[in-house]
Structures are given as structure tokens and as C-alpha cells.
């Protein structure tokens, strides 16, 4: 398996409050992402980084934001969170950006009250 | 853009009945992959396979088989002997090229099925 951790594993948290998420890769691999699970939706990108400090944005990263200051760690920050914001978020990690397939830890439950 | 459909929200079968979980995708790239991914009850993702666009064999994997087929765009999973082991959750993922930086390795996700196997 794949070292990849994500803490808290479970939080509660209430309106307005900014939660910062980790995420941390032993397998030293470059590309990192970081999805939220909503039930009818799959799994949607919020945010990637393809390298230290080089981040971007998928397609539902408004409320989130990311850094990476370290190729291990990859943290997702809630400015202010919102209700809508409930969801399981996961990290994946990839050793190439095109071939290889997405490893998943095993994600984080939020619950914005 | 890209997108992933899998018609079958829910399906239910008897333990030993073969099961085919279907998975259509829309791009207009030539290159991509193709990925399936399990999620048991317990929550984490296990990635099964990955397919890419040049490579249309059949693939199979113990009770695990993919039917990948260019003309329908379509990438199906079918289990044969289902068991009570395989009650998840199953995605299929699609994965496009670098596209002027802003979709490093994206996996659009189609939005799931759910699979049961009764005793």
C-alpha cells in the first residue's frame, strides 16, 4: 500500500471556523491532489500541486485553499467553513502526472455544523 | 470535456451470480486513461486497473474482468462469481494528458455504483 496518511481522520467543526486538513506521502512522489466525496457527485478536485509550491486549482476550490511546502506534506485549509463544505475528503498522490494511477489515503470526514 | 457515466446507481445480486458494471466516457482527446477503483464500506479507495486509449485487450484478473471498447466508448467491469466480499461502492475514472497546464493529472470520476451481494 501506498504511504499515505490524512489527519484529523474526523472532525467536527462549526460555521466560520477555518480547519486546516493534512495530508502526508512517504513515497516521496511529486504530484498530490486533494478530492471531496459527495454522494451523486463521484469524487471532485479541489485543488493539485504538481511540485514545492506549485499549486493549482480543480474544479470546485472556491472556499479551499492549499500549500505545499514540502514534498511530503500537502495541507487543504478551509478559510471559513460552511455547511456545504460536509463532505469526505481524500488525497491522492501520483508518481507521474499522466500513466500512473492515483493512490489514495484514507481520507477525512468533516462535518460542518 | 471530459466526462464519465455510470448509468447503474444500484445494483443488486445473489452470491455467485456474474455482475457487469457499466462505464461510458466522453472525451475528444485521442490519449487517455482509464481507471477503475474500488471503495469497500471501510471508505478507502483501491485502485483495481488502468487501461489506456491505445490498448483495447481485454484484460483479466482472477474473477475480475474489463471490456474496453474504442467505438462505444466504453470501459465495463464484470465480476464473475460474485461474493459477499465485493459489496462496494465501484468507480470508474478517466484521466486526460496535460492540457496547457491546468489539468495535471485530473481523474474526472463518474459518480459511482453500488454493488451488493446478498448471501
Known amino acids: 500500500d501506498a504511504g499515505i496518511t490524512q489527519s484529523p481522520r474526523h472532525k467536527v467543526t462549526e460555521t466560520g471556523t477555518p480547519v486546516t486538513l493534512r495530508c502526508h506521502q512517504t513515497?516521496?512522489?511529486?504530484?498530490m491532489y486533494w478530492y471531496r466525496q459527495d454522494p451523486g457527485h463521484g469524487l471532485r478536485l479541489i485543488h493539485y500541486?504538481?511540485?514545492?509550491?506549485?499549486?493549482d486549482k480543480g474544479e470546485v476550490s472556491d472556499g479551499y485553499s492549499v500549500s505545499r511546502s514540502k514534498t511530503e506534506d500537502f495541507l487543504l485549509t478551509l478559510e471559513s467553513a460552511t455547511s456545504s463544505q460536509t463532505s469526505v475528503y481524500f488525497c491522492?498522490?501520483?508518481?507521474?502526472?499522466?500513466?500512473?494511477?492515483?493512490?489514495f489515503g484514507p481520507g477525512t470526514r468533516l462535518t460542518v455544523t | 470535456a471530459q466526462k464519465v457515466t455510470q448509468a447503474q446507481t444500484e445494483i443488486s445480486v445473489v452470491e455467485k451470480e456474474d455482475v457487469t458494471l457499466d462505464c461510458v466516457y466522453e472525451?475528444?482527446?485521442?490519449?487517455?486513461?482509464l481507471f477503475w477503483y474500488k471503495q469497500p464500506p471501510s471508505g478507502e479507495l483501491v485502485f483495481l486497473i488502468r487501461?489506456?486509449?491505445?490498448?483495447?485487450q481485454n484484460e483479466i484478473s482472477g474473477r475480475y474482468s474489463w471490456n474496453f471498447q474504442k467505438s462505444t466508448s466504453s470501459f465495463n467491469f464484470t465480476i464473475t462469481a460474485s461474493q459477499v466480499v465485493d459489496s462496494a461502492v465501484y468507480f470508474c475514472?478517466?484521466?486526460?494528458?496535460?492540457?496547457?497546464?491546468?489539468?495535471?493529472?485530473?481523474?474526472?470520476f463518474g459518480q459511482g455504483t453500488i454493488l451488493t451481494v446478498h448471501p
Open positions: 491522492a498522490i501520483s508518481g507521474r502526472v499522466f500513466s500512473y494511477e492515483q493512490y
Open positions: 513515497e516521496n512522489h511529486r504530484y
Open positions: 500541486s504538481y511540485g514545492v509550491k506549485d499549486t
Open positions: 472525451t475528444r482527446d485521442t490519449t487517455y486513461y
Open positions: 487501461r489506456n486509449s491505445f490498448d483495447e
Open positions: 475514472a478517466l484521466r486526460m494528458p496535460n492540457a496547457g497546464g491546468t489539468s495535471y493529472g485530473k481523474l474526472t
